[in-house]
C-alpha cells in the first residue's frame, strides 16, 4: 500500500512518518512531496493508493491538485490535511470527492484509521477484480454473452497458458474473429488492480 504525503512543511513530514512507524505497517509504503506540482509528477511515477494533501501550499492549492489528480487517478484515496477549520474548505473538499478531512495535527489514532480504511478500500478492489475473472470465466465455459457488462469497444479474450516439457511445440490454433483484431488484449487480475 504506497500512502503519499503532500505538504510544504518538512515537519509536517516528520511528523506523519514518525507516526506512521509508531503503527507498525510493514506494507506501508510511504513517499513525500512538497508541492502540488510534485504530487501530480510523483503519481505519475508510481501507483498511489492514498494521499494527505494539505489545502494551503504555495501557487497551487491542495484542493487544485486534488481536482488534476481525482480526474487521473478515480480510484485514489484523497484525504485533506489542514489546520484551518473553515467549513468553506470542507464544502468544497466534499465536492472533489475527498474521502476524509483530517484537521492538523494529525495524531497516530487518526492515521491508523486512515491506514484502515484504504486497506479496506484495496480489499474491496480486489474482492471485484476477483468476481469479474471469475465471471468471465464463467461466461467462457458456458459460451454466453456478456459484452454488456464492459464499456463499448472493450474486448475481453480468456486464454489458458500451458507448458509440457514432454510434447514438442505444438501451433496453436486461434479463432478467426481474434485473428481479425489489430490488438489483442488479455486482461489478468493482479496486484496493481486489472492488468
Known amino acids: 500500500m504506497t500512502l503519499l504525503i503532500v505538504d510544504d512543511e518538512s515537519l509536517?513530514?516528520?511528523?506523519?512518518?514518525?507516526?506512521?512507524?509508531?503503527?507498525?505497517?510493514?506494507?506501508?509504503?510511504?513517499?513525500?512531496?512538497?508541492?502540488?506540482?510534485?504530487?501530480?509528477?510523483?503519481?505519475?511515477?508510481?501507483?498511489?493508493?492514498?494521499?494527505?494533501v494539505d489545502i494551503r501550499m504555495g501557487a497551487v492549492s491542495g484542493l487544485e491538485a486534488i481536482r488534476d489528480a481525482s480526474s487521473r487517478w478515480p480510484d485514489t484515496l484523497y484525504y485533506v490535511m489542514t489546520s484551518f477549520s473553515e467549513f468553506e474548505y470542507a464544502r468544497t473538499a466534499i465536492s472533489l470527492g475527498v474521502t476524509d478531512y483530517l484537521l492538523k495535527p494529525i495524531d497516530i489514532a487518526?492515521?491508523?484509521?486512515?491506514?484502515?480504511?484504504?486497506?479496506?478500500?484495496?480489499?474491496?478492489?480486489?474482492?471485484?477484480?476477483?468476481?469479474?475473472?471469475?465471471?468471465?470465466?464463467?461466461?467462457?465455459?458456458?459460451?454466453?454473452?456478456?459484452?454488456?457488462?464492459y464499456p463499448p469497444d472493450y474486448f475481453t479474450a480468456v486464454v489458458l497458458l500451458t507448458y509440457d516439457a514432454e510434447q514438442p511445440r505444438r501451433e496453436m490454433w486461434v479463432p478467426d474473429f481474434v485473428m481479425e483484431q489489430h490488438d489483442i488484449v488479455v486482461s489478468l487480475p493482479c496486484p496493481e488492480g486489472l492488468m
Open 110 to 149: 487518526m492515521l491508523g484509521k486512515v491506514v484502515q480504511k484504504v486497506r479496506e478500500n484495496l480489499q474491496q478492489k480486489e474482492k471485484k477484480i476477483r468476481e469479474n475473472f471469475r465471471g468471465w470465466l464463467s461466461a467462457a465455459e458456458s459460451l454466453r454473452e456478456i459484452s454488456y457488462l
Open 12 to 52: 509536517i513530514h516528520a511528523s506523519i512518518e514518525y507516526c506512521l512507524k509508531q503503527l507498525s505497517a510493514p506494507d506501508l509504503n510511504v513517499i513525500h512531496a512538497y508541492s502540488a506540482n510534485e504530487m501530480l509528477a510523483k503519481m505519475i511515477q508510481q501507483h498511489v493508493d492514498a494521499t494527505l
